[in-house]
Nanobody, 114 residues
């Protein structure tokens, strides 16, 4: 499975961005899709999850502001981020979890200015 995240950019605090993840390959093996983010010197932290039944869950920092969704026809995953804060600045990664393996894509930079 190959993953490519895109849609990041520079946005002012309070603004919105929608990240997209385009998976390819044996995506039928994926049980759920995650978004993680990472800032320099820190470990990747979980942001949001959506499974194959479209059940979602979110980190506390994302609840009420971020929304995870899928377009099964296009085989895409989206993370809509609203009311962005400077502390949301990070590289965002999409990830697919299969039974035996987790796949990571290249990240996309999100920068929120104050």
């Amino acid at each position: 499975v190959q993953l490519q995240a895109f849609g990041g950019g520079l946005v002012q605090a309070g603004g919105s961005l929608r990240l997209s993840c385009a998976p390819s390959g044996d995506t039928f093996t994926i049980i759920y899709w995650d978004w993680y983010r990472q800032t320099p010197g820190n470990e990747r932290e979980f942001v949001a999850r959506i499974d194959t039944h479209d059940v979602t869950n979110y980190a506390d920092s994302a609840k009420g502001r971020f929304a995870n969704s899928r377009d099964t026809a296009k085989d895409m995953i989206f993370l809509t981020m609203n009311r962005l804060k400077p502390e949301d600045t990070a590289v965002y990664y999409c990830s697919g979890r299969a039974r035996a393996q987790r796949y990571w894509g290249q990240g996309t930079q999100v920068t929120v200015s104050s």
